[in-house]
């Protein structure tokens, strides 16, 4: 960690503390990196299904940040900037790497999870999935869905984001976030069908 | 199933993914990497810091930043007013130039013998010579029969001074001197009486007139040839007359020619 924390920042909104930052207080800087670390790199893991990318590119997103901290012109929420500037990393990240629409099933690895071995057999391997296989299929299902559908749909029940946030942060119209995000919950409903129907079963 | 009952399964199954945290080592890769681009910032700053830059060596000693404008706008009235006293002074020169020009045109022009020096030019004595030869034959011919004058003998000093001007001068210019000839007898060298009758044009220049005015130079010759007494005296005597009647008309000449040079001075 750069430098020290101040125990005082805590209380701080973002906005005080991107301030603090441009008056070249690394304190600030350490505790936005404090607050968003988690966030960005377990939007970043959905958005891309790869831990070792999302964590690349979340170093690279806190480093454009500490480059470029006079960009941000307080005229909207620090968050909404921050994952702006994230979105636009992934992308040219993802453009970079060429493995834009590529499933790592090994990074799962990351997050102590079993290799998955598909079965040939008619009945499903939802039958006998605990609840990390879920998440592993819910994301796969995630990672199949377009560009513009799945950094919204993640944006919104995944990162819990408002509409008018989304909508700042994509630039696209009220209207446009709200299709999509239906879209985009209906793709996943075609793609995960037995689990769902498992599920509610299951209740 | 309805169709708002699956999304909100959907958003059930979203929210419940587990939260990736990030590695251990996640601070530390960035602390790397920033350390990696502090030590870039110190040696911009410290370049910076070496070498300043114009502003900041001209408003070195300008510690509070608000006067920088007020110093600007200071600097750059001063720079207008040194500009326009400069093109003031170039207009006068330019001006005064452009007087001396069109004076020394019209001067030229104007007048053909108003040199301020005493000399006369080659081109124009043919000129002045013929007017003023003719204003000096008529009172020579009722003069001339108690006169008798040869032609080998001297003309009196300033006459000769004058001559020795023209003798340098255009060799059409001697010729027509010598051809000049008096009905008494006389050859009487042109250029005494162009000396005296370039007036005209010469006494324009009030500072001409005192010095060579035709009574001054003729008084001076009177003089001379008083105390000289050469053989020519009668000859002085002679002209004494003819001197008086050519220097009235030419007085009268200059009167008005001053009165015109006074004219135009005053405009």
């Not at chain 1, 079965?119 to 994301?139: A, G, L, T, V």
Request: glycine residues 2%; aromatic residues 8%; neutral net charge.
């Amino acid at each position: 960690m750069t430098g020290k924390l101040n125990p005082g920042y805590e209380k701080l909104s973002d906005e005080l503390l991107i301030q603090k930052f441009q008056k070249e207080d690394i304190a600030a800087f350490n505790e936005i990196v404090l607050r968003y670390k988690d966030r960005l790199i377990n939007f970043l893991f959905r958005y891309t299904g790869n831990i070792e990318s999302a964590e690349d590119i979340a170093q690279d997103t806190f480093i454009k940040l500490y480059k470029n901290k006079h960009m941000y012109i307080e005229i909207a929420k620090f968050s909404t900037w921050f994952y702006t500037v994230a979105i636009n990393e992934t992308n040219s990240y993802l453009r970079k790497s060429k493995k834009k629409h590529t499933i790592s099933v090994d990074s799962f690895d990351d997050l102590d999870k079993p290799v998955f071995e598909f079965q040939s057999d008619d009945p499903s391997p939802f039958d006998n999935m605990n609840r990390k296989d879920e998440s592993f299929y819910i994301q796969r299902a995630i990672n199949n869905l377009d560009d513009k559908h799945r950094e919204i749909i993640i944006l919104r029940d995944i990162q819990n984001l408002e509409y008018d946030e989304i909508s700042k942060i994509l630039d696209i119209p009220l209207g446009t976030v709200r299709s999509r995000i239906n879209r985009a919950r209906e793709s996943l409903h075609l793609t995960l069908p037995k689990f769902i129907k498992n599920k509610a079963i299951k209740r | 199933m309805t169709g708002e009952e699956e999304n909100n399964e959907i958003r059930k199954l979203l929210k419940g993914l587990p939260a990736v945290k990030s590695g251990n080592d996640f601070l530390e890769k960035l602390d790397r990497r920033i350390a990696t681009l502090e030590p870039e910032r110190k040696s911009a700053k410290h370049f910076l810091k070496e070498k300043p830059g114009i502003f900041e060596r001209t408003f070195a000693g300008v510690k509070s930043a608000w006067l920088a404008p007020a110093l600007g706008l200071s600097a750059a009235v001063i720079f207008v007013v040194y500009l326009t006293f400069m093109n003031q002074d170039e207009n006068i020169k330019e001006q005064k130039v452009t007087i001396n020009k069109t004076e020394e045109k019209q001067e030229p022009n104007s007048t053909t013998g108003n040199t301020s020096s005493t000399e006369i030019s080659p081109s124009e004595i043919p000129d002045n010579s013929e007017k003023k030869t003719e204003i000096i034959i008529q009172p020579e011919k009722n003069m001339s029969e108690n006169f008798d004058y040869k032609d080998n003998e001297k003309l009196p000093v300033q006459v000769e001074q004058n001559s020795k001007n023209t003798d340098r001068e255009d060799p059409a210019s001697q010729q027509h001197k010598l051809n000049v000839e008096i009905p008494g007898g006389i050859v009487k060298d042109h250029e005494k009486n162009l000396t005296e009758e370039k007036s005209d044009d010469m006494y324009n220049d009030e500072s001409n007139l005192l010095e060579k005015s035709p009574t001054s130079s003729n008084e001076k010759r009177m003089k001379k040839d008083k105390s000289m007494k050469t053989p020519h005296e009668k000859m002085d005597e002679f002209e004494k007359p003819i001197q008086k009647n050519i220097m009235d008309k030419l007085n009268a000449v200059n009167k008005t020619n001053l009165e015109n040079l006074r004219d135009k001075v005053n405009k």
